[in-house]
């Protein structure tokens, strides 16, 4: 179930569209281990049609499911486009597909929640990361083991003489 439009019922007035769009139709691979969704995009919008295109109007809301990249604690981050605007262009070398007097508005929502997507989830801005003392996750390199200088590799190539 697509979030599409048909240009027919547009001809003599604006629509108005409300719903859920599931997150399997938007077809978002994330490839980030630290974001996933975890509701559909609740929306809410006007559309209606202009010379040459669509004017679309509204709302998007959408709940991810992230992870701190500093301390790894997971953490729930709101993505809200309110007001969101777009232009449909319905000609052109830039017009949407037309199928049976339908468009469909699904890649424009998902071009603008991928733009609106954290790059770096962090649960608060002032994280400080992991904790120094947390047992099992060595906060410095002096803590994880033998140095560069103490290793047998580097022994040997010290020996060397240019």
């Given at each position: ?21 599931p ?26 049609q ?15 499911q ?43 929502v ?45 022994a ?7």
């Amino acid at each position: 179930m697509s979030l599409a439009v048909n240009l027919r019922h547009l001809a003599a007035h604006s629509l108005r569209l409300q719903g859920e769009l599931p997150a399997a139709e938007l077809d978002i691979e994330t490839r980030d281990e630290m974001i996933a969704f975890a509701d559909p995009v609740v929306y809410e919008l006007e559309v209606e049609q202009l010379e040459g295109g669509l004017l679309v109007q509204g709302e998007l809301h959408l709940r991810l499911q992230c992870q701190c990249v500093r301390c790894l604690k997971p953490f729930v981050h709101r993505v809200e486009l309110n007001p969101w605007t777009c232009h449909v262009p319905l000609r052109d070398e830039d017009a949407a597909p037309v199928v049976n007097d339908r468009v469909d508005l699904t890649p424009f929502v998902r071009e603008d929640i991928l733009l609106a997507f954290p790059q770096h989830p962090l649960c608060e801005p002032e994280c400080r990361g992991l904790p120094i003392g947390e047992p099992g996750h060595p906060r410095n390199s002096a803590a994880a083991g033998p140095t560069e200088a103490s290793s047998p590799a580097w022994a040997e190539l010290n020996k060397l003489k240019f």
